[in-house]
């Protein structure tokens, strides 16, 4: 595969993302979906077939990371080596860390929950009214990724 046929097969968004627009698969959890391709006659994830293209080699028993925290993005300047330590400590440093959410709420919020069904609704209109996730976000005081997933069905407490 070449640059240019791998990218023919994405988008630019806003951010800077380039969205993988080909088959995607679920990671472990469930909770996030990333590009899937064969390549080198093995299926791998898109954003690791990314960096190797346009960046080099990834040293073996390394992990591709997102500094965008997109899943589905392949932008190798969104893109960096690290251990699997590495990974996780990035993704608790950025506050993504799940921990499971209380079925208990208070005031209409769950207990751990950093939005309310009134925030929710709220976030909805502001999308429908033409804002940005990050806008959004920051006027709720939560990450880009975190409206994402309110959209893409990912949290419970967004329906």
Request: proline share 3%; aromatic share 8%.
């Amino acid at each position: 595969m070449t640059k240019t046929q791998f990218l023919n097969n994405t988008i630019e968004n806003s951010f800077g993302c380039w969205i993988w627009q080909k088959a995607t698969k679920k990671c472990k959890r469930g909770t996030h979906n990333y590009g899937w391709l064969t390549y080198k006659g093995k299926q791998t994830t898109a954003h690791r077939v990314s960096y190797q293209l346009f960046v080099g080699e990834i040293p073996k028993g390394k992990c591709v990371c997102h500094k965008c925290d997109n899943p589905i993005c392949v932008n190798p300047d969104h893109l960096f080596i690290g251990s699997q330590r590495d990974n996780v400590n990035d993704m608790i440093q950025k506050n993504r860390k799940w921990i499971g959410v209380s079925v208990r709420k208070k005031d209409g919020k769950p207990v751990r929950a950093k939005l309310s069904d009134i925030d929710i609704a709220k976030i909805r209109l502001l999308r429908l009214a033409g804002l940005t996730q990050k806008e959004i976000g920051a006027k709720f005081g939560v990450s880009q990724g975190c409206i994402s997933q309110l959209f893409s069905g990912v949290t419970q407490y967004a329906k």
